[in-house]
């Protein structure tokens, strides 16, 4: 979106999306799979630029309390994290390493991704075999994230990087975008190990919409069910809904182009990228993120409470937002 704004079209599409799906806020992801600062300030550049440029219709906020403000002069807003944390190759010490991350606050950033798929610094991202778990430097990285006020997301991360990040936060840790490992086998699920992990730091597990990660019927019943299971085995405080960017609106398939020529996405390296993508039309329609009401309706036919269903809609992600800054 950071270029459509200059076509009136997709501006009016856009406008009209979020109007159909209900929602006030998102978390907006400004990067890229890298840990390289030029590379996540560009991409945050760009966001910045679009809301600028959208100020009728968009705000960038960079604390809670904001939120409410935006929504009462009817306008949507954008809360700031990346897609890795910003760490320099040049440092010659720990504490130059973890300037980044003070920086990016101070640029609006609130939630960073402590891996994507692949290894770093850090740790092990959910795509590697080894499953290493988190390194030393990763424990100064949390450590940083918690003093800042930087809310540390496993959601690409490995499995013992997941348990390891949320053993040694001292502040909520939160897996954006998942799915239970209880009712899926995809690498991008969490086991009930980890998801305990992150319950007793106080954050939240969010329920990705991709159709292939949910497995089974790969539609908006099987997204309820991990919502459920997540819920009902460790509490509605736990659990959020975290779309990502699979399900856009309806008509679009993720999957459906090409790759850039001469410039492979890293998606195509990890194992099972392309599984389950053909002809899943009719799942993606089902999952895209304009149809949010309907998870709504979903949670009220499960025996959700208002009270309840208002916490997993949102409610929890701003409660961690919240505690984060504390």
């Not at 999952?287 to 998870?295: D, I, K, Q």
Request: charged share 25%; aromatic share 10%.
């Amino acid at each position: 979106m950071s270029s459509s704004f200059r076509d009136p079209k997709m501006v009016e599409r856009l406008k009209e999306a979020w109007e159909y799906a209900g929602v006030d806020c998102i978390f907006q992801n400004s990067g890229t799979e890298s840990n390289d600062i030029e590379v996540l300030l560009r991409r945050l550049s760009c966001y910045t630029h679009t809301v600028d440029k959208l100020s009728d219709f968009y705000e960038r906020a960079v604390f809670p309390e904001q939120l409410t403000d935006i929504w009462k002069r009817g306008k949507k807003s954008l809360y700031m994290t990346t897609n890795g944390v910003p760490v320099s190759s040049k440092y010659i010490s720990t504490e130059e390493a973890l300037i980044g991350i003070d920086v990016f606050f101070k640029l609006g950033v609130r939630m960073m991704h402590l891996t994507y798929n692949r290894r770093n610094l850090i740790g092990d991202g959910c795509s590697e075999v080894a499953n290493g778990g988190l390194s030393d430097f990763g424990k100064c990285v949390i450590a940083e994230m918690n003093r800042v006020g930087v809310i540390p997301d496993c959601a690409h991360s490995g499995l013992q990087t997941s348990y390891d990040a949320a053993k040694c936060s001292s502040k909520p840790m939160v897996c954006s975008h998942a799915v239970a490992g209880g009712l899926s086998t995809h690498y991008r699920s969490k086991t009930d190990e980890v998801i305990q992990a992150i319950k007793e730091t106080g954050g939240y597990v969010g329920i990705c919409a991709h159709p292939p990660f949910l497995q089974h019927e790969m539609n908006i019943k099987t997204f309820i069910d991990h919502v459920d299971y997540v819920a009902r085995k460790f509490g509605v405080d736990h659990v959020a809904i975290g779309t990502d960017h699979g399900c856009p609106l309806a008509e679009e398939v993720p999957g459906k182009n090409p790759p850039r020529k001469n410039r492979p996405i890293w998606e195509s390296y990890w194992r099972d990228s392309s599984a389950g993508l053909a002809g899943l039309k009719d799942e993606y329609d089902s999952m895209a993120w304009t149809n949010w009401p309907l998870f709504t309706v979903g949670l009220v036919q499960r025996g959700y409470s208002d009270e309840e269903i208002r916490k997993i809609i949102g409610g929890n992600v701003l409660r961690v937002c919240q505690e984060s800054l504390a």
